[in-house]
Protein backbone atom coordinates (compact mmCIF):
# COMPACT_ATOMS: atom_id res chain seq x y z
CA UNK A 1 0.00 0.00 0.00
CA UNK A 2 2.73 2.43 1.29
CA UNK A 3 5.13 2.44 -1.83
CA UNK A 4 7.71 4.49 -2.58
CA UNK A 5 9.37 2.79 -5.34
CA UNK A 6 8.28 4.98 -7.83
CA UNK A 7 8.60 8.65 -6.52
CA UNK A 8 8.45 11.77 -8.37
CA UNK A 9 11.53 13.32 -9.39
CA UNK A 10 13.80 14.34 -6.35
CA UNK A 11 17.24 14.66 -6.33
CA UNK A 12 18.00 13.54 -2.93
CA UNK A 13 18.65 9.80 -2.28
CA UNK A 14 17.59 7.70 1.10
CA UNK A 15 14.26 9.80 1.46
CA UNK A 16 11.27 9.98 -0.16
CA UNK A 17 9.54 13.56 -0.99
CA UNK A 18 7.45 15.27 0.92
CA UNK A 19 4.91 15.12 -1.84
CA UNK A 20 4.90 11.18 -1.80
CA UNK A 21 4.03 11.06 1.79
CA UNK A 22 1.33 13.06 1.15
CA UNK A 23 0.25 10.85 -1.44
CA UNK A 24 0.33 7.86 0.91
CA UNK A 25 -1.71 9.65 3.50
CA UNK A 26 -4.15 10.29 1.12
CA UNK A 27 -4.36 6.75 -0.20
CA UNK A 28 -4.75 5.60 2.94
CA UNK A 29 -7.28 7.56 4.11
CA UNK A 30 -9.16 8.76 1.63
CA UNK A 31 -12.10 6.59 3.10
CA UNK A 32 -11.62 8.09 6.05
CA UNK A 33 -11.79 11.86 4.70
CA UNK A 34 -14.25 10.84 2.22
CA UNK A 35 -16.50 9.79 5.01
CA UNK A 36 -15.70 12.90 6.89
CA UNK A 37 -16.48 14.56 3.75
CA UNK A 38 -19.84 13.29 3.38
CA UNK A 39 -20.67 13.55 7.31
CA UNK A 40 -20.04 17.63 7.46
CA UNK A 41 -21.15 18.14 3.98
CA UNK A 42 -24.49 16.34 4.59
CA UNK A 43 -24.81 18.37 8.14
CA UNK A 44 -24.67 21.47 6.17
CA UNK A 45 -27.13 20.70 3.95
CA UNK A 46 -29.40 19.87 6.22
CA UNK A 47 -28.85 23.11 8.43
CA UNK A 48 -28.62 24.77 4.80
CA UNK A 49 -32.44 23.36 4.00
CA UNK A 50 -33.67 23.75 7.42
CA UNK A 51 -32.36 27.10 8.09
CA UNK A 52 -33.72 28.76 5.09
CA UNK A 53 -37.42 27.10 5.91
CA UNK A 54 -36.52 28.32 9.45
CA UNK A 55 -35.84 31.97 8.40
CA UNK A 56 -39.26 32.18 5.87
CA UNK A 57 -40.86 31.22 8.83
CA UNK A 58 -39.16 33.98 11.36
CA UNK A 59 -40.16 36.86 8.77
CA UNK A 60 -43.33 35.49 8.12
CA UNK A 61 -44.58 35.69 11.72
CA UNK A 62 -42.80 38.71 12.39
CA UNK A 63 -40.87 37.12 15.33
CA UNK A 64 -38.19 39.42 14.94
CA UNK A 65 -39.84 41.98 17.09
CA UNK A 66 -40.64 39.10 19.65
CA UNK A 67 -37.47 38.89 21.58
CA UNK A 68 -39.05 39.53 25.09
CA UNK A 69 -41.96 36.81 25.34
CA UNK A 70 -44.15 38.23 27.86
CA UNK A 71 -45.60 40.73 25.85
CA UNK A 72 -48.83 39.32 24.93
CA UNK A 73 -48.76 40.42 21.21
CA UNK A 74 -46.38 37.24 20.77
CA UNK A 75 -48.14 34.22 22.03
CA UNK A 76 -50.23 33.20 19.15
CA UNK A 77 -47.18 33.61 16.76
CA UNK A 78 -44.76 31.71 18.82
CA UNK A 79 -47.50 29.10 18.96
CA UNK A 80 -47.36 29.15 15.16
CA UNK A 81 -43.74 29.06 14.65
CA UNK A 82 -43.70 25.09 14.03
CA UNK A 83 -43.13 22.44 16.32
CA UNK A 84 -41.54 20.73 13.52
CA UNK A 85 -38.90 23.33 13.57
CA UNK A 86 -37.61 22.67 17.02
CA UNK A 87 -37.63 19.59 16.12
CA UNK A 88 -34.50 20.14 13.40
CA UNK A 89 -33.14 22.67 15.68
CA UNK A 90 -32.65 19.73 18.52
CA UNK A 91 -31.78 17.09 15.96
CA UNK A 92 -29.23 19.69 14.17
CA UNK A 93 -27.45 20.24 17.36
CA UNK A 94 -27.27 16.53 18.74
CA UNK A 95 -25.92 15.69 15.34
CA UNK A 96 -23.24 18.48 15.51
CA UNK A 97 -22.21 17.95 18.64
CA UNK A 98 -21.46 14.19 18.13
CA UNK A 99 -20.13 14.78 14.17
CA UNK A 100 -16.69 15.98 15.21
CA UNK A 101 -16.17 13.47 18.20
CA UNK A 102 -17.15 10.68 15.43
CA UNK A 103 -14.87 11.82 12.62
CA UNK A 104 -12.14 12.13 15.14
CA UNK A 105 -12.48 8.78 16.43
CA UNK A 106 -12.96 7.09 13.30
CA UNK A 107 -9.99 9.03 11.76
CA UNK A 108 -7.98 8.83 14.32
CA UNK A 109 -8.00 5.65 16.33
CA UNK A 110 -6.83 3.64 13.18
CA UNK A 111 -4.13 5.81 12.23
CA UNK A 112 -1.23 4.19 14.29
CA UNK A 113 -3.87 1.25 15.77
CA UNK A 114 -4.42 -0.31 12.74
CA UNK A 115 -0.70 -0.54 11.64
CA UNK A 116 0.59 -2.23 14.99
CA UNK A 117 -2.66 -4.28 15.18
CA UNK A 118 -2.10 -5.73 11.59
CA UNK A 119 1.60 -5.88 11.89
CA UNK A 120 2.18 -3.33 8.51
CA UNK A 121 4.24 -0.78 10.77
CA UNK A 122 7.11 -2.65 10.15
CA UNK A 123 6.66 -2.05 6.58
CA UNK A 124 5.78 1.71 6.65
CA UNK A 125 8.08 2.85 8.98
CA UNK A 126 11.56 1.08 7.06
CA UNK A 127 10.36 3.16 3.74
CA UNK A 128 12.45 5.96 3.02
CA UNK A 129 10.47 8.21 5.15
CA UNK A 130 11.28 7.89 9.10
CA UNK A 131 8.81 7.28 11.51
CA UNK A 132 8.88 10.29 12.39
CA UNK A 133 7.93 12.14 9.31
CA UNK A 134 6.06 9.71 8.33
CA UNK A 135 3.63 10.29 11.77
CA UNK A 136 4.51 14.29 11.54
CA UNK A 137 3.28 14.57 7.78
CA UNK A 138 0.10 12.15 8.71
CA UNK A 139 -0.66 14.04 11.43
CA UNK A 140 -0.63 17.26 9.63
CA UNK A 141 -2.18 16.77 6.94
CA UNK A 142 -5.47 14.51 8.43
CA UNK A 143 -5.60 16.88 11.42
CA UNK A 144 -6.13 19.73 9.35
CA UNK A 145 -8.86 18.66 6.97
CA UNK A 146 -10.73 17.24 9.86
CA UNK A 147 -10.30 20.48 11.79
CA UNK A 148 -10.92 23.14 8.53
CA UNK A 149 -14.24 20.98 7.89
CA UNK A 150 -15.48 21.38 11.28
CA UNK A 151 -14.56 24.83 11.69
CA UNK A 152 -16.65 25.07 8.14
CA UNK A 153 -19.21 23.80 9.61
CA UNK A 154 -19.03 25.52 12.68
CA UNK A 155 -19.71 28.51 10.95
CA UNK A 156 -22.67 27.52 9.04
CA UNK A 157 -23.97 26.87 12.72
CA UNK A 158 -23.56 30.29 13.57
CA UNK A 159 -25.68 31.29 10.62
CA UNK A 160 -28.19 28.57 10.74
CA UNK A 161 -28.60 29.96 14.34
CA UNK A 162 -28.50 33.79 13.80
CA UNK A 163 -32.44 34.72 14.40
CA UNK A 164 -32.62 33.12 17.40
CA UNK A 165 -29.81 35.19 18.89
CA UNK A 166 -31.13 38.67 19.89
CA UNK A 167 -28.07 41.58 19.37
CA UNK A 168 -25.63 40.24 21.65
CA UNK B 1 -12.76 -33.89 19.75
CA UNK B 2 -13.62 -35.75 22.76
CA UNK B 3 -12.29 -39.44 22.15
CA UNK B 4 -15.12 -41.94 23.24
CA UNK B 5 -13.87 -43.80 26.16
CA UNK B 6 -17.49 -45.08 27.54
CA UNK B 7 -17.16 -48.62 26.33
CA UNK B 8 -21.40 -48.45 26.28
CA UNK B 9 -21.60 -46.52 23.01
CA UNK B 10 -21.51 -48.75 19.90
CA UNK B 11 -19.90 -46.05 16.94
CA UNK B 12 -17.15 -43.63 17.59
CA UNK B 13 -18.67 -40.73 17.05
CA UNK B 14 -17.08 -37.36 18.61
CA UNK B 15 -19.49 -35.80 20.90
CA UNK B 16 -20.72 -32.05 19.76
CA UNK B 17 -18.93 -29.42 21.93
CA UNK B 18 -21.61 -28.45 25.11
CA UNK B 19 -22.75 -24.98 25.00
CA UNK B 20 -21.05 -24.39 28.26
CA UNK B 21 -17.87 -24.22 25.99
CA UNK B 22 -19.46 -22.08 23.33
CA UNK B 23 -21.13 -19.86 26.10
CA UNK B 24 -17.19 -19.47 27.56
CA UNK B 25 -16.08 -18.80 24.32
CA UNK B 26 -18.18 -15.96 23.52
CA UNK B 27 -17.41 -14.35 27.12
CA UNK B 28 -13.41 -15.31 26.47
CA UNK B 29 -14.07 -13.28 22.95
CA UNK B 30 -16.05 -10.66 23.66
CA UNK B 31 -15.43 -9.62 27.46
CA UNK B 32 -13.33 -6.84 25.99
CA UNK B 33 -16.32 -5.22 24.72
CA UNK B 34 -18.60 -6.43 27.35
CA UNK B 35 -16.34 -4.60 29.85
CA UNK B 36 -16.08 -1.59 27.78
CA UNK B 37 -20.07 -1.57 28.27
CA UNK B 38 -19.89 -2.29 31.54
CA UNK B 39 -17.51 0.83 32.18
CA UNK B 40 -19.76 3.13 30.25
CA UNK B 41 -23.06 2.45 31.61
CA UNK B 42 -21.62 2.16 35.29
CA UNK B 43 -19.93 5.47 34.68
CA UNK B 44 -23.06 6.93 33.87
CA UNK B 45 -25.22 5.02 36.05
CA UNK B 46 -23.02 6.47 38.82
CA UNK B 47 -23.47 9.88 37.69
CA UNK B 48 -27.45 9.56 37.38
CA UNK B 49 -27.14 7.83 40.72
CA UNK B 50 -25.43 10.73 42.41
CA UNK B 51 -27.18 12.99 40.98
CA UNK B 52 -30.67 11.61 41.10
CA UNK B 53 -30.01 11.34 44.62
CA UNK B 54 -29.82 14.95 44.90
CA UNK B 55 -32.89 15.87 42.79
CA UNK B 56 -34.66 13.69 44.40
CA UNK B 57 -33.92 15.32 47.81
CA UNK B 58 -34.12 18.73 46.51
CA UNK B 59 -37.84 17.87 44.97
CA UNK B 60 -38.66 16.41 48.53
CA UNK B 61 -37.94 20.13 50.06
CA UNK B 62 -39.52 21.69 47.71
CA UNK B 63 -42.87 19.39 47.86
CA UNK B 64 -42.73 19.99 51.24
CA UNK B 65 -42.57 23.63 51.56
CA UNK B 66 -46.00 24.99 53.64
CA UNK B 67 -46.99 27.28 52.54
CA UNK B 68 -46.97 26.09 48.89
CA UNK B 69 -48.63 29.28 47.23
CA UNK B 70 -45.98 31.73 49.63
CA UNK B 71 -43.36 33.92 47.84
CA UNK B 72 -40.50 31.85 50.06
CA UNK B 73 -41.69 28.25 48.71
CA UNK B 74 -42.00 29.68 44.79
CA UNK B 75 -38.69 31.51 45.43
CA UNK B 76 -37.39 27.59 46.65
CA UNK B 77 -39.15 25.95 43.64
CA UNK B 78 -37.14 28.67 41.20
CA UNK B 79 -33.76 27.65 42.17
CA UNK B 80 -34.15 24.27 42.80
CA UNK B 81 -35.38 24.28 39.20
CA UNK B 82 -32.37 26.46 37.52
CA UNK B 83 -30.08 24.41 39.75
CA UNK B 84 -30.81 21.27 38.09
CA UNK B 85 -33.49 21.22 35.41
CA UNK B 86 -30.65 22.56 32.27
CA UNK B 87 -27.81 20.47 33.25
CA UNK B 88 -30.65 17.39 33.16
CA UNK B 89 -31.63 18.23 29.57
CA UNK B 90 -28.25 18.42 28.78
CA UNK B 91 -27.86 14.78 30.25
CA UNK B 92 -30.88 13.75 27.77
CA UNK B 93 -28.98 15.35 24.78
CA UNK B 94 -25.57 13.08 25.35
CA UNK B 95 -27.86 9.76 26.45
CA UNK B 96 -29.43 10.05 22.71
CA UNK B 97 -26.23 8.43 21.60
CA UNK B 98 -25.77 5.55 24.13
CA UNK B 99 -27.55 2.91 22.60
CA UNK B 100 -25.74 3.15 19.50
CA UNK B 101 -22.54 3.41 20.94
CA UNK B 102 -23.22 0.08 22.87
CA UNK B 103 -24.63 -1.83 20.69
CA UNK B 104 -22.89 -0.90 17.24
CA UNK B 105 -19.52 -1.28 19.27
CA UNK B 106 -19.91 -4.64 20.74
CA UNK B 107 -22.26 -5.77 17.03
CA UNK B 108 -19.96 -5.00 14.99
CA UNK B 109 -16.59 -6.85 15.88
CA UNK B 110 -18.59 -9.97 16.23
CA UNK B 111 -18.55 -11.06 12.68
CA UNK B 112 -16.74 -8.29 10.71
CA UNK B 113 -13.36 -9.06 12.93
CA UNK B 114 -13.46 -12.87 12.12
CA UNK B 115 -13.87 -12.46 8.60
CA UNK B 116 -11.41 -9.47 8.51
CA UNK B 117 -8.86 -10.94 10.29
CA UNK B 118 -8.99 -14.84 8.56
CA UNK B 119 -9.48 -16.53 12.20
CA UNK B 120 -13.23 -17.87 10.67
CA UNK B 121 -11.22 -20.44 9.32
CA UNK B 122 -10.38 -21.59 12.50
CA UNK B 123 -13.28 -20.42 14.46
CA UNK B 124 -16.00 -22.55 12.22
CA UNK B 125 -14.18 -25.22 12.05
CA UNK B 126 -14.46 -26.68 15.58
CA UNK B 127 -16.04 -29.39 17.09
CA UNK B 128 -19.53 -27.04 17.29
CA UNK B 129 -20.51 -26.17 13.71
CA UNK B 130 -20.94 -22.50 12.40
CA UNK B 131 -24.68 -22.06 12.90
CA UNK B 132 -24.74 -22.92 16.56
CA UNK B 133 -21.95 -20.80 16.85
CA UNK B 134 -23.69 -18.17 15.61
CA UNK B 135 -26.34 -18.61 17.02
CA UNK B 136 -24.92 -18.72 20.61
CA UNK B 137 -22.63 -15.75 20.20
CA UNK B 138 -25.34 -13.39 18.96
CA UNK B 139 -28.17 -14.58 21.51
CA UNK B 140 -25.87 -14.08 24.13
CA UNK B 141 -24.37 -10.84 23.28
CA UNK B 142 -27.85 -9.15 22.37
CA UNK B 143 -29.25 -11.32 25.43
CA UNK B 144 -26.30 -8.94 27.54
CA UNK B 145 -26.38 -5.61 25.82
CA UNK B 146 -30.27 -5.38 26.25
CA UNK B 147 -30.33 -5.75 29.52
CA UNK B 148 -27.67 -3.43 30.43
CA UNK B 149 -29.40 -1.23 28.38
CA UNK B 150 -33.17 -1.64 30.11
CA UNK B 151 -31.40 -1.68 33.58
CA UNK B 152 -29.89 1.51 32.55
CA UNK B 153 -33.34 3.10 31.25
CA UNK B 154 -35.07 2.14 34.23
CA UNK B 155 -32.34 4.19 36.46
CA UNK B 156 -32.92 6.97 34.01
CA UNK B 157 -36.67 7.13 34.35
CA UNK B 158 -36.06 7.90 38.47
CA UNK B 159 -33.65 10.23 37.87
CA UNK B 160 -35.71 12.39 35.26
CA UNK B 161 -39.27 11.42 37.55
CA UNK B 162 -39.16 15.17 39.44
CA UNK B 163 -39.44 17.34 35.97
CA UNK B 164 -42.34 14.95 34.90
CA UNK B 165 -43.64 15.65 38.33
CA UNK B 166 -43.27 19.16 38.08
CA UNK B 167 -45.07 19.36 34.40
CA UNK B 168 -41.94 20.59 32.74
CA UNK B 169 -41.65 17.64 30.41
CA UNK B 170 -44.40 15.42 29.07
CA UNK B 171 -43.23 11.49 28.67
CA UNK B 172 -43.87 11.37 24.91
CA UNK B 173 -41.20 14.64 24.63
CA UNK B 174 -39.35 13.23 21.38
CA UNK B 175 -35.59 13.47 23.28
CA UNK B 176 -37.27 11.30 25.90
CA UNK B 177 -39.44 9.22 24.94
CA UNK B 178 -36.59 7.03 23.45
CA UNK B 179 -34.64 6.78 26.99
CA UNK B 180 -37.26 5.02 28.75
CA UNK B 181 -39.41 2.23 29.34
CA UNK B 182 -39.01 -0.45 26.67
CA UNK B 183 -37.87 2.11 23.36
CA UNK B 184 -33.68 2.77 25.09
CA UNK B 185 -33.09 -1.45 25.31
CA UNK B 186 -34.62 -1.65 21.68
CA UNK B 187 -32.48 1.25 20.05
CA UNK B 188 -29.94 -0.76 21.35
CA UNK B 189 -30.70 -4.67 20.12
CA UNK B 190 -31.46 -2.92 17.04
CA UNK B 191 -27.88 -0.56 16.96
CA UNK B 192 -26.35 -4.62 17.75
CA UNK B 193 -28.30 -6.28 14.81
CA UNK B 194 -27.16 -3.59 12.64
CA UNK B 195 -23.65 -3.73 13.44
CA UNK B 196 -23.81 -7.74 13.38
CA UNK B 197 -25.12 -7.61 10.01
CA UNK B 198 -23.42 -5.06 9.04
CA UNK B 199 -20.20 -7.00 10.10
CA UNK B 200 -21.37 -9.46 8.07
CA UNK B 201 -21.89 -7.61 4.83
CA UNK B 202 -18.95 -5.66 4.71
CA UNK B 203 -16.19 -8.12 6.87
CA UNK B 204 -14.26 -5.31 7.79
CA UNK B 205 -14.53 -3.87 11.34
CA UNK B 206 -14.24 -0.24 11.24
CA UNK B 207 -16.27 0.68 8.15
CA UNK B 208 -18.99 -1.82 9.00
CA UNK B 209 -19.07 -0.09 12.29
CA UNK B 210 -19.48 3.28 10.51
CA UNK B 211 -22.00 1.84 8.37
CA UNK B 212 -23.83 0.79 11.11
CA UNK B 213 -23.94 3.68 13.32
CA UNK B 214 -25.14 5.79 9.50
CA UNK B 215 -27.79 3.66 9.70
CA UNK B 216 -28.90 3.69 12.90
CA UNK B 217 -29.03 7.51 12.78
CA UNK B 218 -31.33 7.30 9.87
CA UNK B 219 -33.55 5.33 11.14
CA UNK B 220 -33.97 7.16 14.47
CA UNK B 221 -33.85 10.55 12.92
CA UNK B 222 -36.32 8.89 10.37
CA UNK B 223 -38.63 8.22 13.38
CA UNK B 224 -38.01 11.35 15.77
CA UNK B 225 -39.21 13.76 12.58
CA UNK B 226 -41.45 12.09 11.24
CA UNK B 227 -42.51 8.83 12.18
CA UNK B 228 -43.39 8.72 15.59
CA UNK B 229 -46.42 10.97 15.56
CA UNK B 230 -48.17 9.10 12.82
CA UNK B 231 -48.57 5.71 14.86
CA UNK B 232 -51.94 6.83 16.09
CA UNK B 233 -53.75 9.32 14.53
CA UNK B 234 -53.49 12.89 16.30
CA UNK B 235 -56.54 14.82 18.38
CA UNK B 236 -57.72 17.87 17.55
CA UNK B 237 -58.36 20.63 20.16
CA UNK B 238 -60.19 24.06 19.78
CA UNK B 239 -58.57 26.82 21.30
CA UNK B 240 -56.86 24.71 23.74
CA UNK B 241 -55.59 27.00 26.93
CA UNK B 242 -51.73 27.30 26.09
CA UNK B 243 -48.55 28.07 27.55
CA UNK B 244 -45.80 27.46 25.02
CA UNK B 245 -45.81 23.99 26.23
CA UNK B 246 -49.23 23.30 25.45
CA UNK B 247 -52.32 20.91 26.44
CA UNK B 248 -51.00 19.56 29.51
CA UNK B 249 -48.43 17.13 29.09
CA UNK B 250 -49.90 16.55 25.86
CA UNK B 251 -47.35 16.53 22.42
CA UNK B 252 -48.24 19.01 20.32
CA UNK B 253 -47.83 18.23 16.86
CA UNK B 254 -49.01 21.37 14.77
CA UNK B 255 -51.00 24.44 15.88
CA UNK B 256 -52.69 26.34 12.85
CA UNK B 257 -55.37 29.13 12.85
CA UNK B 258 -58.81 28.88 10.97
CA UNK B 259 -60.59 31.97 9.60
CA UNK B 260 -64.25 32.83 9.89
CA UNK B 261 -65.30 30.29 7.01
CA UNK B 262 -63.42 27.15 8.45
CA UNK B 263 -60.34 26.84 6.21
CA UNK B 264 -56.83 27.89 7.26
CA UNK B 265 -54.95 30.92 7.32
CA UNK B 266 -51.47 31.38 6.71
CA UNK B 267 -49.06 33.15 9.19
CA UNK B 268 -48.66 36.12 7.68
CA UNK B 269 -52.80 36.64 8.25
CA UNK B 270 -52.00 36.24 11.76
CA UNK B 271 -49.33 38.62 11.77
CA UNK B 272 -51.25 41.15 9.92
CA UNK B 273 -54.07 41.02 12.23
CA UNK B 274 -52.11 41.05 15.88
CA UNK B 275 -50.20 43.87 13.75
CA UNK B 276 -53.86 45.86 13.98
CA UNK B 277 -54.87 44.85 17.26
CA UNK B 278 -54.75 47.51 19.95
CA UNK B 279 -52.06 48.55 22.16
CA UNK B 280 -54.29 47.47 25.01
CA UNK B 281 -53.77 43.69 23.49
CA UNK B 282 -50.57 44.15 22.04
CA UNK B 283 -48.76 45.22 25.44
CA UNK B 284 -50.48 43.37 27.73
CA UNK B 285 -48.76 41.09 29.84
CA UNK B 286 -51.64 38.13 29.83
CA UNK B 287 -50.51 35.69 27.51
CA UNK B 288 -54.61 34.71 27.23
CA UNK B 289 -55.09 38.57 25.49
CA UNK B 290 -54.11 37.98 22.26
CA UNK B 291 -56.24 34.50 21.51
CA UNK B 292 -59.46 36.11 23.28
CA UNK B 293 -58.63 39.15 20.53
CA UNK B 294 -57.94 36.34 17.60
CA UNK B 295 -61.41 34.58 18.99
CA UNK B 296 -63.10 38.35 19.21
CA UNK B 297 -62.36 38.15 15.54
CA UNK B 298 -63.74 34.85 14.66
CA UNK B 299 -60.22 32.69 14.35
CA UNK B 300 -59.91 29.37 16.13
CA UNK B 301 -57.07 28.24 16.83
CA UNK B 302 -56.70 24.41 16.00
CA UNK B 303 -53.75 22.06 17.67
CA UNK B 304 -53.03 18.70 16.86
CA UNK B 305 -51.78 16.96 19.48
CA UNK B 306 -51.02 12.95 20.79
CA UNK B 307 -52.52 12.68 23.94
CA UNK B 308 -50.00 11.25 27.14
CA UNK B 309 -52.11 8.71 27.74
CA UNK B 310 -50.94 6.95 24.83
CA UNK B 311 -47.27 6.40 25.73
CA UNK B 312 -47.07 3.23 26.56
CA UNK B 313 -49.53 2.37 23.50
CA UNK B 314 -46.41 4.27 21.67
CA UNK B 315 -43.73 2.30 23.45
CA UNK B 316 -45.36 -0.91 22.24
CA UNK B 317 -45.42 -0.01 18.78
CA UNK B 318 -42.33 1.32 18.46
CA UNK B 319 -40.23 -1.62 20.69
CA UNK B 320 -42.28 -3.65 18.88
CA UNK B 321 -41.49 -3.02 15.17
CA UNK B 322 -37.43 -2.31 16.41
CA UNK B 323 -37.68 -5.69 17.92
CA UNK B 324 -38.90 -7.46 14.37
CA UNK B 325 -36.40 -5.64 13.05
CA UNK B 326 -33.89 -6.64 15.02
CA UNK B 327 -34.77 -10.08 14.37
CA UNK B 328 -35.02 -10.00 11.05
CA UNK B 329 -31.34 -8.72 11.03
CA UNK B 330 -30.31 -11.27 12.88
CA UNK B 331 -31.46 -13.97 11.37
CA UNK B 332 -30.42 -12.81 7.90
CA UNK B 333 -27.06 -12.84 9.47
CA UNK B 334 -27.21 -16.76 10.92
CA UNK B 335 -28.38 -17.48 7.53
CA UNK B 336 -25.75 -15.34 5.76
CA UNK B 337 -23.18 -17.49 8.13
CA UNK B 338 -24.41 -20.34 7.45
CA UNK B 339 -25.05 -20.96 3.99
CA UNK B 340 -22.28 -17.97 2.47
CA UNK B 341 -19.23 -20.02 1.41
CA UNK B 342 -16.86 -17.45 3.35
Request: aromatic share 12%.
Amino acid sequence: MATTAQPPASPRRGSAPRFGMAWVTWRQHRAGLAATAALFGGLSLYMLVTGLHMRSEFSALGLASCRHVTAGRCTPQLALFDTQDQLWRYVGEMLLLAAPVLSGVFMGAPLVARELSTGTFQFAWTQGTGRATWMIVKLALLGTAVTASAAAVSLMFSWWLAPFWGPA
Amino acid sequence: MTAVAAPARPASRPRPVPWTRLVWVTWRQHRAGLAGVAALLGGLSLYLLIMGLKIHSGYAGVTSCHPASSAACGLADSLFTNDYYPTAQTVTGFLQVIPALVGVFVGGPVLARELETGTFRFAWTQGCGRLRWAVTKLALLATAVTAAAEAFSLLFSWYFQPWFAKGLDGALAPQLFDLRGADFAAWTLLAFALGVAAGALIRRTVPAMAAALAAWTGLLFATFMFGRKHYQAPLLAKDASQGVSGVGNDWIIGQWYTGTNGTPVSQQTIRNVMAHAPASVQNSQNPNAATAYLTAHHYAQWTSYQPVSRYWHFQLIESGWLLALSVILLAGTIWLVRNRAA
